[in-house]
């Protein structure tokens, strides 16, 4: 493996992976630390991170507590993991919730805590990491979308339009973050089989596990691309379905309530 970071070869890059206590965080965490790179984690439930560290990985993986929606938390374990290891060099903002809702669910209290740890999660760990990363003028930051967000879904509101607003999140940073040596990118899962999605109550089409998305990561990194996305055959049915006009997408989306 050549890496790409400033790092020397004998030098492995440093990771940090929010949400990488379960599912895609988990088997990321694995895959990246079989390739030798040191690779911290974090969640809000130590347990699930210590099942992380404890259920593969080459290189042992580090454990750092936080809460997303705490800028004072994700501070701290920023700050903690450059004394202790050195500069990110990849960035995995990945923690995630969800609940789907149908209209007659309508929940407020729903909308406001998939924004606060989706969106605004995101944009607090992008706060703590821009400053380290501006003056090495080096890092990359992968913020875990959703295929699911290229278009307002039925039953998934609250969850999807987070996702949107990361993806436009990223495509307003991209410009001006390259200009200063640092890549923000997207990752895009389709179904994956995790607590997230154990909620679901319909047969997901194209699912896969968490380590086919940890691989699909994995094989797409070293690229040059700006989104990653997976699986594929599905990601292109999820971007046809972007470029149709809205009258053909509502209707198709009406017969789906069906
Ligand atoms: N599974 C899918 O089909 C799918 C598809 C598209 C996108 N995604 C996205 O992929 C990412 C990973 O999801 P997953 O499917 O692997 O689900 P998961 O197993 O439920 O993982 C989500 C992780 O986020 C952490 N988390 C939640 N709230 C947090 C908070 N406030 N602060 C810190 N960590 C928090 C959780 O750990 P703690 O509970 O310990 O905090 C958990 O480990 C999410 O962003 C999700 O939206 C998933």
């Not at 290189?59 to 990110?88: A, F, H, K, N």
């Not at 875990?144 to 969850?159: E, H």
Request: proline fraction near 5%; charged fraction near 20%; aromatic fraction near 8%.
């Amino acid at each position: 493996m050549v890496f790409t970071s400033k790092h020397e070869e004998s030098s492995p890059p440093i990771v940090w992976i929010t949400g990488g206590g379960s599912g895609i965080g988990r088997s990321l965490a694995h895959t990246l630390s079989n390739m030798g790179w040191i690779v911290v984690i974090s969640g809000r439930n130590r347990e699930k991170l210590i099942k992380t560290a404890a259920t593969g990985g080459k290189q042992p993986i580090q454990q750092m507590t936080l809460d997303v929606t705490d800028p004072q938390s994700v501070s701290r374990v920023i700050g903690e993991i450059e004394r202790q290891y050195g500069g990110i060099d990849y960035a995995f903002l990945n923690a995630g919730d969800y609940s789907p809702m149908r209209l007659k669910e309508f929940n407020l209290e729903l909308f406001h805590r998939l924004n606060d740890v989706n969106y605004l999660g995101v944009v607090n760990c992008l706060a703590a990491l821009l400053p380290g990363m501006r003056q090495r003028a080096q890092g990359q930051i992968l913020i875990t979308a959703s295929l699911s967000a290229y278009r307002g879904l039925p039953g998934a509101a609250p969850y999807s339009a987070t996702k949107a607003a990361l993806i436009n999140l990223a495509e307003s940073l991209q410009p001006e973050l390259s200009q200063l040596g640092i890549r923000i990118r997207l990752i895009n899962p389709g179904f994956v089989a995790t607590e997230l999605t154990e909620k679901n109550d319909f047969k997901m089409p194209f699912l896969i596990t968490p380590a086919m998305a940890a691989e699909a990561i994995q094989n797409q990194l070293l690229s040059k691309r700006f989104e990653i996305r997976f699986p594929t055959t599905f990601s292109w049915i999820m971007k046809a379905l972007s470029w149709i006009p809205y009258r053909i997408y509502f209707a198709l989306m009406r017969r789906l309530l069906k």
